[in-house]
């Protein structure tokens, strides 16, 4: 299988404490993998590994097929990234700062620089100041300053912070266009779970410098739960239909109003049937699916109790 990146024992250690602990990742060419977990977890110290800006105390980096050594940044023209807090010149325009990252890169193209803005919305910023610009527009900036160069490997470290809904719509649609239309492989961390959820193939999940999972989406949608949920106010009673006349046992009382039934055999126009002819008035009944969002946080507390 074709990899981008493959770390092996990744780890990272500040003032004795290890912020990032024997992290073994694989990335494959031409996915998208979102990357979860808490603030601290080490997925930016992991970031800054993968494009030596900060060098490992230990393991191996394996990127586009070589050894990653402490003298070599040849292999960052094929990357663009967005680490934490990009820095732009304050005092020069965005078109001057662009042209500067260009220079650097080696790419000189003022339809690129025009096209990479032009793809995250903001057509019209060439002569304005970074310092002029909202904090979701430095946001857009900073991604469209990644992608001009149109790199092979794309690094993105909490992109949609301090975006608006449409404009986080508007940067997933952007991030599927760049994966499908050329061909890029993006590394995505995020705490909005469900907008990885929509977009990742793969997902690595991190707490305390530990990956402790990785898994392609498939695989954990093929692994969560499916359930049927019921909203009733008469959730006691509800409780005891289901046991005493449904025979059903394995189910979870949420709150004082909702029932998850893992029973699914059991089809849910009967559930519905048996209990109104009990009298149980029904606000609602679906069948459902554990969400990412449920799954991630379910792995996080599995992990804390295991530890």
Do not use: W
């Amino acid at each position: 299988m074709n990899y981008v990146v493959q770390t092996r024992n990744l780890t990272k250690t500040f003032q004795g404490h290890d912020v990032v602990s024997h992290v073994t990742m694989n990335i494959r060419k031409g996915e998208i993998y979102g990357f979860l977990g808490p603030n601290g977890a080490g997925k930016s110290t992991i970031m800054k590994m993968l494009t030596n800006m900060i060098k490992p105390s230990y393991g191996e980096i394996t990127i586009f097929g070589k050894l990653l050594k402490h003298d070599c940044f040849d292999y960052l023209k094929r990357i663009g990234s967005m680490i934490e807090y990009p820095i732009f010149y304050e005092k020069m325009t965005v078109l001057e700062n662009f042209e500067l990252h260009c220079a650097y890169m080696g790419y000189h193209s003022k339809q690129a620089i025009r096209d990479a803005l032009d793809k995250v919305g903001l057509e019209n910023v060439e002569n304005m100041l970074p310092k002029e610009l909202s904090l979701g527009m430095r946001q857009r900036l900073s991604v469209a300053r990644a992608i001009i160069t149109k790199p092979e490997f794309l690094i993105l470290d909490e992109p949609i912070n301090g975006l608006d809904p449409a404009g986080i719509k508007a940067m997933r649609k952007l991030f599927k266009m760049l994966n499908q239309e050329y061909g890029m492989t993006l590394l995505i961390s995020s705490h909005i779970i469900g907008e990885i959820e929509q977009i990742a193939d793969t997902i690595g999940v991190i707490k305390g410098g530990k990956l402790i999972e990785e898994a392609s989406i498939a695989t954990i949608k093929a692994r969560n739960t499916e359930y049927i949920e019921l909203v009733t106010l008469s959730q006691r009673k509800a409780t005891m239909v289901l046991h005493d006349k449904l025979g059903i046992n394995n189910f979870k009382v949420v709150d004082n109003q909702t029932i998850r039934i893992y029973a699914t055999e059991v089809p849910q126009s009967t559930i519905s049937k048996t209990l109104i002819l009990e009298n149980i008035d029904i606000e609602s009944i679906d069948k459902k699916r554990t969400t990412l969002e449920e799954y991630f946080i379910k792995k996080v507390e599995l992990d804390q109790v295991v530890s």
